[in-house]
């Protein structure tokens, strides 16, 4: 009898799903390929899944060009509220946080969170439980970049939440959230994601983001996800752990395709989800147009980027 063949290492990273602005993309490109350079390289040097998601998730965070820690949009107060969530498919421990504004890194925030007896904590609440656990405090305006500024200012223009109505599939603005799903090898895989939200959103509002079963899942038995996009038809489907759940019966792809199907038929939810498959195939799927993806495995020679050029110029 052939002997099981141990689980392929992978990591898949996204950098938001939407209409990514022409001016935006190469960022984007950059942003998605040195992230999953970032994980690649904990996996291949022994690490675990969790260590590779963390590394690859504060490579985006730390990226101003993206929705995520330094660089998030802001809030209708013109402040930055990031939401972030992690979990592991072994231990099926999952944290995360939200509406927090002084922290560079949220993922390593929602990492303290998951590693204490609870699953999710939310505002000035969630930043006094971070300075006691030790994760580094920040002043909240090394966050803002004058680009979230000035799309603010745009944006309350046009009415509340930017005047956009996101159940609109024509409606086209900047790329949200990022997230990593990983394999290593041992067969664990773990999940996470971070964003700022939407711009001129109000203050206190949450997503999917930090949210185990709608932003992110992981399951060793099955696979891990992780989501982008609209966060409220996100938060009712439960996208994250539906796409996994069909990882038990299908490839990684099909399995992010009948994922987002019933996203798009049954919720109108536009956005996309990036899948690793407890074999370690990969797959990922979008309805919008463009998603910014990078991913990297035993078989490439250097990570994969695609997606964003789904994207017309």
Not at 220 to 238: H, I, N, Q, S
Not at 258 to 287: C, H, Y
């Amino acid at each position: 009898m052939d002997k099981p063949q141990p689980p392929r290492k992978a990591i898949i990273v996204h950098c938001g799903a939407w209409a990514i602005p022409k001016a935006e993309k190469e960022a984007h490109r950059d942003g998605s390929l040195k992230a999953a350079e970032a994980g690649w390289a904990v996996l291949e040097g022994g690490g675990s899944s969790m260590e590779a998601v963390r590394a690859a998730v504060r490579v985006m965070e730390d990226n101003p060009a993206l929705n995520a820690g330094r660089g998030s949009v802001l809030t209708a107060a013109g402040h930055v509220e990031n939401d972030a969530g992690l979990m592991s498919g072994t231990t099926l421990d999952a944290g995360g946080v939200a509406a927090i504004g002084n922290r560079s890194n949220p993922i390593d925030a929602a990492h303290a969170v998951l590693e204490s007896q609870y699953a999710l904590l939310v505002g000035t609440g969630a930043e006094a439980f971070l300075d006691e656990a030790g994760v580094p405090a920040v002043d909240p305006a090394s966050l803002i970049e004058r680009r979230e500024q000035a799309r603010l200012i745009e944006a309350l223009k046009r009415g509340p939440e930017g005047g956009v109505d996101f159940r609109d599939a024509s409606v086209r603005g900047p790329a949200d959230t990022v997230g990593a799903v990983a394999i290593d090898h041992l067969g664990r895989i773990a999940a996470g994601a971070s964003t700022g939200g939407i711009c001129g959103k109000p203050p206190g509002r949450m997503g999917d983001t930090p949210v185990p079963g709608a932003g992110f899942y992981a399951d060793d038995l099955a696979g891990g996800a992780a989501c982008t996009g609209w966060g409220e038809p996100l938060l009712r489907m439960g996208l994250a752990r539906r796409a996994v759940e069909h990882a038990r019966e299908h490839n990684a792809m099909d399995a992010t395709w009948l994922g987002m199907q019933e996203f798009e038929t049954r919720f109108a939810g536009r956005g996309g989800v990036i899948l690793i498959a407890r074999d370690g195939s990969i797959g990922f799927s979008f309805n919008t147009p463009s998603m910014a993806v990078a991913y990297m495995d035993e078989e490439l020679q250097m990570p994969f980027m695609g997606g964003i050029a789904a994207d017309p110029e």
